[in-house]
């Protein structure tokens, strides 16, 4: 907001940001947002034998917003935003571990800078190449179904 909006004095910008995350959740409970192919399928069987967590940079309500309207929240055992705690992705991603009681994990991600927070974590990096960014891993999915099959072997 300091950037957007550099002539209006901080109690306004706060403001702004709250009526537009309010507006975001609106949007979301009915709008909500489309999953990729094979996600929601995946998504089910990968919950039948893994503990499934979601680990993102979003505001603090985006990800149960996003879980219920893609009917997925059933499948998700655990979940932590950026905005729940302004911290970086790699303490949330232990975060969840901790709380969870994982003694491994890996995390699943679309950028460079995923992989990064992965790496800080001490977790192995998953790519999947159809998502915003690029990255090198020794694991990479073109797509969330050879993602499924690998982990479902």
Same mark, same amino acid.
């Given at each position: 907001?300091?950037?957007?909006?550099?002539?209006?004095?901080?109690?306004?910008?706060?403001?702004?940001?709250?009526? +537009?995350?309010?507006?975001?959740?609106?949007?979301?409970?009915?709008?909500?947002?489309?999953?990729?192919?094979?996600?929601?399928?995946?998504?089910?069987?990968?919950?039948?034998?893994?503990?499934?967590? !979601?680990?993102?940079?979003?505001?603090?309500? +985006?990800?149960?917003?996003?879980?219920?309207?893609?009917? !997925?929240?059933?499948?998700?055992?655990?979940?932590?935003?950026?905005?729940?705690?302004?911290?970086?992705?790699?303490?949330?991603?232990?975060?969840?571990?901790?709380?969870?009681?994982?003694? #491994? #994990?890996?995390?699943?991600?679309?950028?460079?800078?995923?992989?990064?927070?992965?790496?800080?974590?001490? +977790?192995?990096?998953?790519?999947?190449?159809?998502?915003?960014?690029?990255?090198? #891993?020794?694991?990479?999915?073109?797509?969330?179904?050879?993602?499924?099959?690998?982990?479902?072997?």
């Amino acid at each position: 907001m300091a950037d957007l909006f550099k002539d209006k004095p901080i109690k306004e910008q706060d403001k702004i940001a709250d009526l +537009v995350e309010q507006i975001q959740d609106d949007l979301l409970r009915t709008e909500g947002g489309n999953l990729y192919d094979g996600v929601q399928k995946g998504l089910q069987a990968l919950s039948e034998k893994y503990k499934l967590c !979601i680990v993102s940079n979003c505001p603090a309500n +985006v990800i149960k917003l996003m879980m219920k309207y893609s009917q !997925i929240d059933h499948l998700i055992a655990d979940s932590f935003a950026h905005g729940e705690n302004g911290m970086p992705k790699n303490h949330n991603i232990n975060l969840l571990m901790k709380r969870n009681h994982f003694s #491994s #994990s890996v995390y699943i991600g679309d950028t460079e800078g995923d992989k990064i927070q992965s790496e800080l974590a001490g +977790v192995p990096f998953v790519f999947v190449s159809y998502g915003f960014g690029k990255a090198q #891993s020794e694991l990479e999915f073109d797509s969330f179904e050879l993602l499924t099959n690998y982990f479902l072997k």
